[in-house]
């Protein structure tokens, strides 16, 4: 009987995961991401980038929902209000990429929308070092600026604003962590985004939402882009340092490129791989000088707290 036990635990989802080196993990959840973009965007000529998004928020919405089980109750107005902020800029930051995603190569909107994250990195720095990132992201943006004619123009333009929804996305997230426990945050901000994205999701969408094999691709999008990932970071982030995880997310506009070139056969030029490998390295390097300082003044504090307290 012990046997049997221990061997399906072995055999547990969670004891898999926990066997697996958390590199590996992460870098199978950024597979997953673009793969699932990849799906995505091969779906648009049959359903249209809203009722994708829609269909990938509702997958997510339903099985956090089941798995977390969030409370409702007890919650103060001001709660409510970052939480369905939280919910709105997950529905933007999706809806935004996503029409990118079918005007413009996948590696490049994951490129341009990738300067969001990287924004709040540097801005929130006052070391001269970031300048260096902040002027290296500057320069992937000039290489891109030289093939812009090459772009649909209202393509970047929405890479941009889920840009700017990225960002305010990973502010309203600590926000949303810091009255939320575990994930009833995202939760709830799920199902917030699918009810915000419904009406234009369900109306592009039409007749085609009834076809049961496009709700199954709509269905393994949502897997790929948000269930996967989900588990395999949250369980990587027990066991590896912030700062590492963030450095090996900064390797999503490549993986966003080369799941578009074996996917969906678009070919990058000189310029847009230039602009790639800087955003890349601004990004690794921003993320990395954070996590530095960060821990820099934590312990300056630390030190503080004890000589105070020795002193007393």
């Known amino acids: 009987m012990s046997s049997r036990s221990g061997s399906t635990s072995l055999l547990s989802p969670g004891a898999v ?11 199978v ?16 000529e049959v359903l249209p980038p809203a009722a994708v998004v829609w269909l990938r928020l509702l ?7 089941l798995l977390v089980r969030p409370a409702l109750r007890a919650r103060s107005r001001a709660d ?3 939480v369905i902020g939280y919910g709105v800029a ?5 809806y935004f990429i996503y029409q990118a995603f079918a005007r413009i190569p996948l590696g490049i909107a994951v490129t341009i929308e990738y300067l969001g994250p990287l924004a709040i990195a540097i801005l929130g720095s006052r070391r001269r070092v970031d300048l260096l990132w902040a002027g290296l992201a500057g320069l992937g943006v000039a290489a891109l600026g030289v093939e812009f004619r090459e772009l649909d123009p209202v393509g970047v333009l929405f890479a941009v604003l889920a840009a700017v929804a990225w960002a305010g996305y990973i502010l309203l997230s600590a926000a949303t962590g810091q009255r939320f426990s575990g994930a009833s945050g995202l939760a709830i901000a799920s199902v917030v985004g699918v009810v915000v994205l419904a009406p234009a999701g369900i109306v592009e969408g039409g007749a085609a939402l009834l076809d049961w094999r496009l709700l199954l691709i709509g269905l393994a999008v949502g897997v790929l882009s948000s269930v996967v990932p989900y588990t395999l970071e949250l369980n990587a982030l027990r066991r590896m340092p912030p700062r590492v995880f963030g450095v090996l997310m900064s390797l999503q506009p490549a993986a966003a490129a080369l799941v578009g070139l074996v996917l969906l056969g678009e070919l990058l030029s000189v310029w847009q791989w230039l602009a790639v490998g800087c955003v890349i390295t601004a990004s690794a390097g921003a993320t990395r000088t954070s996590a530095n300082r960060e821990a820099r003044e934590r312990t300056e504090r630390d030190q503080t707290n004890t000589d105070a307290s020795g002193d007393n």
């Open 29 to 44: 959840s950024i597979v997953s991401v673009q793969t699932g973009a990849g799906v995505a965007k091969n779906l648009f």
């Open 59 to 65: 997958t997510s919405a339903v099985l956090l929902c």
């Open 17 to 27: 995961l926990g066997s697996l080196p958390p590199v590996w993990l992460v870098m």
């Open 90 to 94: 997950l529905a933007s930051m999706n």
């Open 80 to 82: 409510w209000m970052v």
